[in-house]
């Protein structure tokens, strides 16, 4: 990859939409698209975090939409941006997710069921239907949907979260096939992965959690960012549908 005296990467001329990016995962992918040339639009409920997150990233390769995922208003500004900038949407990743509550689902509140299910699934959906006919209809593009094991089995006490995310494994599936052959849809199911969301699963006993995957260790937000990147390239250009399991070999553990 050739640099330019400021030594940034080439432009790729290629434009992505990365939510829930100000931090962890979503800003993992997002450094890692920025890293190869791409430009990306990044959104998050806190403006000052997202404002941090394009200064790290470089303002010249970098925008933020402050907002709420699951607002459509905001759904909307977010691509609408994305074109008058830059001109394009070549890629999007729905990464912001929520999960509120840990407890069994029998005694789940279902106002939050909803709203988890809003912010996990019908915004990636809305999203999906707008760059979609913003600019992938015409031109191609990509998708990536970020998913979690959670939703390949069960996950005590994030039920809700993980019904949600198998929502999103099936959402890809049923983008792909109607997106085809101009789009490509694929999702990514991580493990634990080391950020402020996920913390509560792993603060204080960080090496008892790592204990359980043959890795040795824990995600951190970079194995995400390849991955996507991966997937959002001329090299994964015959995948599509699938579900990449990034977990450590954690699920090689789930029969002993």
Not at 8 to 36: D, N
Not at 99 to 117: M, S
Not at 146 to 161: M, R
Request: zero cysteines; proline letters at 4%.
């Amino acid at each position: 990859m050739t640099e330019q005296a400021n030594g940034l990467p080439e432009p790729s001329g290629k434009v992505a939409l990365v939510t829930g990016a100000s931090r962890g995962i979503g800003y993992g992918i997002a450094e890692a698209l920025v890293a190869r040339g791409d430009r990306v639009v990044i959104t998050g409920r806190n403006e000052d975090a997202l404002k941090e997150a394009v200064e790290k990233l470089g303002a010249e390769r970098a925008l933020g939409v402050a907002g709420k995922a699951h607002d459509e208003a905001h759904q909307a500004v977010a691509v609408e941006r994305a074109m008058e900038t830059f001109g394009r949407v070549d890629y999007l990743v729905n990464n912001a997710g929520t999960n509120p509550v840990f407890g069994p689902i029998a005694d789940l509140d279902l106002g939050v069921a909803r709203k988890v299910f809003e912010t996990n699934v019908i915004s990636a959906l809305g999203l999906a239907q707008r760059t979609w006919h913003a600019w992938q209809k015409e031109n191609g593009g990509a998708i990536v949907n970020i998913a979690s094991i959670a939703g390949l089995s069960a996950s005590p006490f994030i039920g809700a979260y993980g019904i949600s995310k198998a929502a999103m494994i099936n959402l890809t599936q049923q983008l792909a096939h109607e997106f085809a052959p101009l789009v490509r849809v694929n999702s990514i199911a991580p493990a634990v992965i080391k950020t402020k969301f996920a913390a509560a699963l792993y603060e204080d006993r960080e090496e008892e959690a790592a204990a359980a995957y043959p890795m040795a260790r824990l995600g951190v937000p970079e194995d995400i960012g390849g991955a996507a990147a991966f997937l959002l390239s001329d090299a994964a250009g015959w995948i599509t549908g699938q579900t990449l399991v990034v977990d450590g070999g954690l699920f090689l553990n789930a029969g002993a």
